[in-house]
């Protein structure tokens, strides 16, 4: 299970986003287990075309390979975290 400050960051972020763009088509994705980061859903990131843009709210700070596969589709990553 994610902790609280990931769903809370993500609602918050996803509230904002709808404001601004009330029709912006947004996929939500949790993990199944406790987890940070996009190892466990890079595959699947690639494998479907619609994704121009990434949000990483409270993870992924330390995924510089999942970065670069997104970077070379051309796959913007936003990553949001306390980690440097």
């Known amino acids: 299970m994610c902790d609280a400050d990931g ?7 996803w509230l904002y986003i709808k ?5 912006a088509n947004l ?18 990131i690639e494998d479907n075309p619609c994704y121009n843009l990434v949000i990483c ?3 992924s700070s330390f995924d510089a390979k999942e970065h670069l596969r ?6 913007d990553c936003l990553i949001l975290d306390h980690h440097e």
Do not use: C, R, W
């Open 27 to 44: 996929n939500f994705v949790v993990h199944n287990h406790k987890q940070h980061g996009l190892n466990d859903m890079i595959d699947e």
């Open 7 to 13: 769903y809370t960051s993500s609602a918050i972020l």
């Open 70 to 75: 997104l970077e070379q589709l051309g796959i």
């Open 19 to 23: 404001s601004i763009f009330p029709q």
């Open 57 to 59: 709210p409270d993870s």
